[in-house]
């Protein structure tokens, strides 16, 4: 319990700091044992992208903090494409998460084209799965078969929202028999709890879900769809039974997920399965604080990349969006990055944007590239195509090698 409220008054730096104290006076395992971290025992962790469109910088900060959780406890960081969603799915989108991950060093362990033994690792080609497991909540009694038509679910809607009541479903298909012998169009529903069950969260503490009482005596549940009308799982199962099955130990995920998990652990208990550990980082927010978007600049990964930010400096940006550590400097290859990296640094609370950080960090990195690898050639080609891209015509390429002067001879006498 004092580790909860310890937690909670985590949310700035020097109150880590603080609180990493007060915990090690008080408590007799070390801190990093009690978030598993840099405990011994090897995370596996996932990136589970829906393939909609590009990477926005805060799915490179989720990939990242799997990313690192995932090396620095010698564990497996795996790519998990969750393609259950048809309409949203973006042709080439799937690749260009591929090619954004490589390019930022985040190379999965398992995952389309790695493989791995829990595959196959798009939902789409795992159906069979999601729906052998719906079998097993239908039989139990924790689902049920809804046939009502959209036609009727919308009318339902209306005639609730006129007379100001919530407008969720009536649950008129509660008591249809498990199995079907029909090849009528249905979903499958969850059947909602009065109240879902706390649960733990390594940043955020304890959670516990609101009571949905007052709707239940009204005659209105909220039943979450499991398996559409397609034969598709929607994400709550999907998601849950592909994490279970993957032997994933820790879901680092971003906190607009955070209302899915009372759901998903909901679904765990159903299952008779023990759920992973959650790890909800905040949202990045402008300086405005609003959700980081295209309206106020650049937020694709892809957008950076064509500007010519080197990976370095956007894996150090994003890496600090959120999280702090107890080092000297802010400047953290991902070497740096990894051993460093610990659950303990995520902070609450959503992330202010300052983009000022990563020119910083941009700087300190092309340095290092000129000064001690042999990427200076690579920096002066980025440059080189940004000037040109700027000015166009009036750009005059930087001569390769000196050029005499057709005036001058090599003596340096003029003809
Ligand atoms: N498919 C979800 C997404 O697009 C995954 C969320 C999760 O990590 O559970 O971000």
Redesign the pocket.
């Known amino acids: 319990m004092a580790f909860i409220f310890s937690r909670a008054a985590c949310s700035s730096p020097r109150s880590l700091w603080l609180c990493r104290r007060s915990i090690s006076t008080t408590s007799k395992f070390s801190h990093s044992a009690i978030h598993g971290s840099s405990a011994i025992a090897p995370a596996r962790t996932?990136?589970?992208?829906?393939p909609?469109g590009y990477l926005h910088l805060g799915?490179l900060r989720?990939a990242l903090f799997n990313y690192l959780l995932a090396k620095r406890t010698g564990g497996q960081f795996l790519l998990r494409i969750?393609d259950t969603d048809k309409k949203r799915t973006v042709e080439g989108a799937e690749e260009g998460i591929f090619d954004t991950l490589r390019w930022a060093g985040l190379q999965w362990d398992e995952g389309p084209l790695a493989g791995g033994e829990f595959g196959p690792y798009r939902q789409s080609e795992r159906t069979e799965l999601h729906k052998k497991h719906v079998d097993i909540l239908l039989r139990e009694g924790h689902a049920y078969r809804c046939y009502c038509t959209p036609q009727r679910l919308e009318a339902l809607a209306l005639t609730r929202k006129h007379s100001g009541q919530s407008t969720d479903y009536d649950r008129r298909c509660l008591n249809s028999p498990p199995t079907t012998s029909t090849t009528e169009p249905h979903v499958v529903r969850l059947k909602a709890p009065v109240q879902y069950p706390p649960y733990h969260d390594l940043v955020y503490g304890t959670i516990t879900p609101g009571a949905r009482s007052h709707d239940h005596s009204i005659g209105a549940y909220e039943d979450p769809i499991l398996l559409k009308s397609d034969g598709m799982p929607t994400?709550h199962l999907a998601?849950v039974v592909d994490?279970h099955l993957m032997n994933i130990t820790h879901?680092?995920?971003?906190t607009e997920?955070m209302p899915?998990t009372p759901k998903h652990v909901h679904l765990y208990n159903c299952f008779g399965w023990t759920p992973p550990k959650f790890v909800h980082v905040g949202l990045l927010q402008d300086t405005q604080g609003r959700k980081l978007s295209k309206r106020t600049g650049d937020v694709f990964v892809s957008e950076f990349r064509e500007k010519g930010y080197l990976p370095e400096a956007l894996n150090n940006f994003v890496a600090l969006m959120g999280w702090s550590h107890a080092g000297e400097s802010d400047v953290l290859d991902m070497r740096g990055l990894v051993e460093r990296f610990s659950i303990d640094g995520l902070t609450t609370g959503n992330t202010k944007v300052e983009f000022g950080k990563l020119d910083f960090l941009q700087k300190q990195y092309a340095r290092n590239r000129v000064t001690e690898g042999p990427g200076g050639k690579e920096i002066l080609d980025a440059v080189e195509s940004q000037v040109r891209k700027k000015f166009g015509e009036k750009y005059t390429p930087y001569p390769q090698k000196p050029q005499l002067s057709p005036f001058t001879r090599t003596n340096g006498a003029v003809a």
Do not use: C, I, L, Q
């Open positions: 996932r990136f589970a992208p829906s909609t799915s989720t969750e994400y998601n994490d879901v680092v995920r971003a997920w899915s």
